[in-house]
């Protein structure tokens, strides 16, 4: 078995070394990795500008781009290989309802997603990296317990999250289909920690005002304020098992249509239409 591992915080971050020394001996494992802190950074892709992967003393290979362009150029011919999983993390900080349409650490793991590779992000639920090994003891338990799945999947047999035991598969089959998961681990002593929690997100307020600053030029400068308050942290969510003890399993998806929707707005593109054939 082969792991791919990435983070948005860069090779050198604590997150992503204590999760490269927590999954070795259960797979051959690489990273690929920012140079540098992309938080933020989304599923982001440099195109119009070169891209550089450099070797660290560790072993570590970094790029100077984004943490979806360090997956990307790693599937698409830096490894030589076709790895069985896409592993991101540690992060420094949650990645929880909201944040996950921005996250860089969830990027990385949905571009091996994209890639139809299994794929894992994990996050601690406060910045510091305080109590980093529970989160590393965390995410070597669940891609222990992950990895006869990715053997069997390929084999057509049920579905590999059976493999775990107890995870609900809502009648269907997805043992051909790849799986994304979002993991937020409490930053508490490994005692402390509860179990895990299956959850879905939660929401968060609006984003804290902008902050501005005066440059030494007299031009001014704005910087994207703090996140908000959770908004939406009832039982079931995210946000509410994460604060009870639990680390959190969060299966995503990458499909945006509102479904629901489409009925609603297929009579206004037909009257458009009319229109559009009236004005030609």
Not at 52 to 64: E, I, K, L, S
Not at 241 to 268: E, F, K, N, S
Request: glycine fraction near 10%; charged fraction near 15%.
């Amino acid at each position: 078995m082969k792991i791919l591992i990435c983070n948005d915080d860069g090779y050198q971050a604590p997150g992503i070394v204590a999760l490269y020394e927590a999954l070795q001996g259960l797979a051959e494992v690489e990273v690929v990795a920012p140079e540098h802190n992309n938080s933020a950074k989304s599923n982001a892709l440099t195109l119009h500008s070169p891209l550089y992967v450099h070797q660290a003393a560790n072993g570590f290979r970094y790029v100077n781009g984004t943490p979806a362009d360090c997956v990307h150029i790693a599937l698409t011919g830096l490894l030589g290989y076709r790895p069985d999983l896409v592993v991101s993390g540690i992060n420094n900080g949650a990645n929880m309802g909201d944040d996950t349409i921005y996250s860089g650490t969830v990027g990385a793991a949905m571009e091996g997603y994209l890639f139809g590779i299994p794929a894992l992000a994990f996050s601690q639920t406060e910045k510091g990296w305080r109590h980093l090994d529970t989160a590393a003891a965390a995410a070597r338990e669940l891609v222990q317990q992950l990895l006869p799945s990715l053997g069997v999947a390929h084999a057509g047999v049920p579905d590999p999250t059976q493999v775990m035991g107890g995870i609900p598969t809502a009648g269907a089959d997805h043992s051909a289909a790849p799986w994304l998961l979002n993991v937020n681990v409490p930053n508490v002593p490994l005692g402390e920690l509860r179990g895990f929690k299956v959850a879905r997100l939660g929401r968060r307020h609006a984003a804290e005002a902008v902050i501005t600053q005066v440059s030494p030029r007299g031009e001014t400068m704005y910087w994207i304020g703090g996140a908000g308050p959770a908004r939406e942290d009832g039982e079931g969510t995210d946000f509410h098992a994460t604060a009870q003890g639990y680390a959190t399993i969060t299966p995503l998806q990458v499909d945006l249509t509102h479904h629901a929707l489409l009925p609603y707005w297929a009579p206004a593109a037909s009257q458009l239409s009319k229109t559009l054939r009236a004005l030609a």
